[in-house]
Structures are given as C-alpha cells and as structure tokens.
C-alpha cells in the first residue's frame, strides 16, 4: 500500500514538473510568435526581445517553487492531524484525583493480591483473563505457568495499571491499586521481562534508568550480583562504553543480566518476573537463575514462566489455562495430583531427555 502511495507521489510530482515547463515554454513561444514580427517591422528594438525573453523566464523562476510549497503544506497538515489523534485519545487508566501516600519502603513488607479479576482487550472480543484470584503475601514466592497466550503477561499489564480489570480488583498493600499515583505504584514494583530495552546510551546511563541518583558503588555492587563485573571488566571503556544501535551488542544473556541489576538498582519491594530466561540456553540460564534468586531476596515475588525449573522453590503455583486459573498448589502438591501440572513437567523433561 504505501508503494502504492509512493508510486503516486511520484506520478503527481513528475507531472508538476513537467506542467510547469510546458507553461514556460509555451509562454515563451508565444513571446517570439509575437515579437519577431514586430522587431522585424522595426516597432521594438532586438535588444528587447532578449530582455522580454530573460523577463518571462524570470517571472517562472518565482512560482515554480509554489507547487512544491502546497505539497510539503499537505504533508504538514496531515502529520499534525495524526498527532493530534495521539494527543486527543483517553488514556487507557486514569490517575487518582487524590492518591494515597506511597507505602514506605520497608523490605518484605509487600503484598499483591488480585480479587476476582477479568479483563478483555477490547470490549468486543472475549475475555483474556477470568475470574482471577491469588494473593501474593509480604515476601513469597508465587509463580504463575502456562502455555504461552495463557493471559500471564495481561496480569502484569493489569498489575502495572497499563490496564485496568473490567471486574474486580487489585491490591497493593490491601488498598486497590487505582488509589495510588501511577509513577508511586510503577516504582514499587520492579519488572524483568523477556526483552529489555536498551537505549542508545552508555551502559553507565543504560543502569541508572533504573534509578538515576544511584551511586558508583550501588551500581557496583548490582553489577556484582548480576554478575556481570568481569564482562564489564573487559569492555574497552568498562561502564563508559557505548551500547545500543551504534554501539555494542549484548548476547540475550548479557541483556537480562544487565536487566537484573537494573532491578537490583532499583531496589522495588515487589519484583515480577516475566519469562525472564525465555529464549537463554540452559546453561546461560542456569548461571542467570543464581542472579535472579539474588533478586528474588527479602522481595515479595511474582513469578511468571512456561518453562518449569526450579519450581520447587515456589511458595505456591498458579497453572493458567486460556485465562483461567486450573490448578493451584506446591510443586510437591501440582506433581502428585497428576494433572496439567504434571503433563507439562512430563512433556519439558521429554523435550530435555531428546536434546
Ligand atoms: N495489547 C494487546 N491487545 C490485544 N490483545 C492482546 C494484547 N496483548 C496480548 N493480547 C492477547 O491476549 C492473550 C494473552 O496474551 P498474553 O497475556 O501476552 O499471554 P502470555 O504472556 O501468557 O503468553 C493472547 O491471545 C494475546 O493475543
Ligand atoms: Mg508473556
């Protein structure tokens, strides 16, 4: 489509071109058809003709431009319509008109709980997420599994008010989430997700997103924990060293490391974890997982994965299933009572044993 519209582009502004050349031209034949005769009768001096000639050439030069001027005004037009689409639409969540003052920061004194959630996307389509209800309390483990397009990332969208729940509610701290600041409820939860962002900036800058006033030595020490001092060791520039689209590229490992002390740096009370050793080879996510269970300490965390390793650190799982929550238990419990759970387990150890 947009070829289409390119093709036509150049289509019109060829014709312009060529529009405004015949008219120059024309125009200036007539000059001639006209004027000869007359020099030739001795009426007008030679000299003029020239002039006269030099004159209508002259006067094109003027509104040539003109043509293009309108196109570049259309094109003006029609991109600041679009930003104003932007600017005009309702923000999906609405701020409190007089948010509660943000829990203060005292380490394993967290909790998450979501009461009979539902959501749907659009309004029109179906449900996403049903009848959603699970706690997780000051300082445990809770890890939500399924397969992928389950709804696991939608509650962390709900959890991180990018959305709201058409029914039911979230809490944080036993108050629903709608009465705090967004910017108060985003910086108390700290999220590790399947792809990190990197800017086009420092790794040094590329850190201290997380929290801007951070010091030398708490970058170090989360550099430490992520593991990642040595790789930082042997970068040209160590943490000077430019990374993004001109600079250095991180292998997926290297990027969720980086992620992870981000996380450290930012030092949320409630940490979510989203499929952050998806697409990792085992081994890079075996060395990963020490760095996450750094994390994971005296934080209340939130678990999300289809992949089932180290479930049995879990204080409860959540096995979601089309949106709906269909087993919910221990690692021990889940295993024993022989149903999704234990396919999924059976069926990764499958995969494990073939490769
Ligand atoms: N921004 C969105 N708009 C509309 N539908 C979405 C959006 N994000 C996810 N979905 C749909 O919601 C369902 C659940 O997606 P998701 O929560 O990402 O699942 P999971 O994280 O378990 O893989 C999927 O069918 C997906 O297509
Ligand atoms: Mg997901």
Not at 211 to 223: G, M, N, T, V
């Amino acid at each position: 489509k947009l070829d289409q519209i390119q093709q036509r582009m150049a289509v019109i502004a060829g014709l312009q071109q060529a529009l405004n050349d015949l008219l120059m031209n024309l125009a200036l034949w007539s000059l001639l058809i006209l004027a000869i005769p007359l020099v030739v009768a001795k009426a007008i001096a030679g000299v003029y003709l020239a002039f006269l000639a030099l004159v209508i050439l002259a006067s094109f030069e003027a509104v040539q431009p003109l043509a293009e001027a309108f196109q570049k005004l259309g094109h003006s037009v029609a991109a600041g319509e679009r930003l104003f689409k932007v600017t005009d639409t309702n923000p999906q969540v609405q701020e409190p008109a007089a948010p509660l003052p943000v829990p203060s920061n005292i380490p394993g004194r967290f909790s998450l709980e979501f009461e009979h959630v539902h959501f749907a996307y659009q309004s029109n389509e179906g449900e996403v997420v049903h009848d959603i209800s699970f706690e997780v309390s000051t300082g445990k483990r809770i890890a939500i599994v399924g397969a992928s397009g389950a709804g696991k990332s939608t509650l962390v969208n709900l959890a991180l008010r990018f959305w709201d729940p058409d029914k039911g509610t979230i809490r944080l701290n036993g108050y629903d989430i709608r009465q705090y600041a967004l910017g108060d409820l985003r910086g108390l939860i700290g999220v590790v997700s399947q792809d990190t962002y990197l800017f086009n900036d420092s790794m040094r800058g590329n850190l201290l997103l997380a929290r801007p006033e951070a010091s030398d030595s708490e970058i170090e020490q989360a550099l430490e924990q992520a593991q990642l001092t040595a790789f930082i060791q042997q970068l040209p520039r160590g943490l000077a060293t430019w990374v993004g689209e001109q600079g250095l590229r991180l292998s997926g490992g290297e990027r969720q490391r980086l992620a992870i002390a981000r996380a450290l740096l930012k030092d949320a009370p409630l940490l979510v974890l989203d499929e952050a050793t998806a697409n990792l080879d085992p081994m890079t996510e075996h060395t990963l997982l020490d760095a996450l269970d750094m994390l994971m300490q005296g934080r209340t965390t939130l678990v999300i994965t289809h992949r089932l390793v180290r479930m049995e650190r879990m204080d409860e799982i959540l096995v979601l299933d089309e949106g709906s929550i269909r087993e919910r238990g221990t690692h021990e419990q889940l295993l024993r009572s022989g149903g999704l759970y234990q396919q999924m387990v059976q069926l990764q150890e499958g995969i494990l044993s073939l490769t």
